[in-house]
């Protein structure tokens, strides 16, 4: 478990379990490496890496590693020339599965309610204006 993990763990008490799961999944890409591997079993870190549009490798190495180090992840290495390196769920990160897809739902629905209000604003000429000085500001 990484330490800022194992501080919330153990400081936040049972009273911000929602903070907990935030703390553990919450990151640039972690969802979507879990969703991925979700659907394909095992992935090595180019294929997610291509699969997920390219992020930078320094980012997605650090957010594997800490999946991995709170349980989501398995990580096995292959001693062979060129290394190969594989990433699968462990049960920890199977379990999430479901709080992952509640996301994507919640975040699907959010995203066409926002399109709509821009469109609904875009589409009144006071409602430009208030969109050019929200974004002003």
């Given at each position: 478990m990484r330490e800022?993990?194992?501080?919330i763990v153990r400081e936040w008490g049972d009273s911000c379990d929602a903070e907990v799961s935030i703390a553990v999944?919450?990151?640039a890409w972690k969802p979507s490496i879990l969703?991925?591997?979700g659907e394909h079993e095992v992935l090595r870190f180019g294929e997610l890496s291509r699969l997920l549009d390219e992020p930078t490798a320094r980012v997605l190495t650090r957010?594997?590693?800490?999946?991995?180090?709170?349980?989501?992840?398995?990580?096995?290495?292959?001693?062979?020339?060129?290394?190969?390196?594989?990433?699968r769920l462990s049960?920890?990160?199977?379990?999430?599965?479901?709080?992952?897809?509640?996301?994507?739902?919640?975040?699907?629905?959010?995203a066409a309610h926002q399109?709509?209000?821009?469109?609904?604003?875009?589409?009144?000429?006071?409602?430009?204006d208030e969109l050019e000085a929200a974004d002003a500001r």
């Open positions: 800022k993990t194992e501080r999944l919450g990151g969703s991925l591997l957010q594997l590693r800490e999946l991995e180090d709170d349980g989501l992840l398995i990580r096995t290495v292959y001693r062979q020339v060129p290394p190969k390196v594989e990433y049960d920890l990160g199977s379990g999430s599965m479901p709080l992952v897809e509640a996301l994507t739902d919640w975040g699907g629905r959010y399109r709509r209000e821009l469109e609904r604003l875009a589409a009144e000429p006071e409602g430009l």
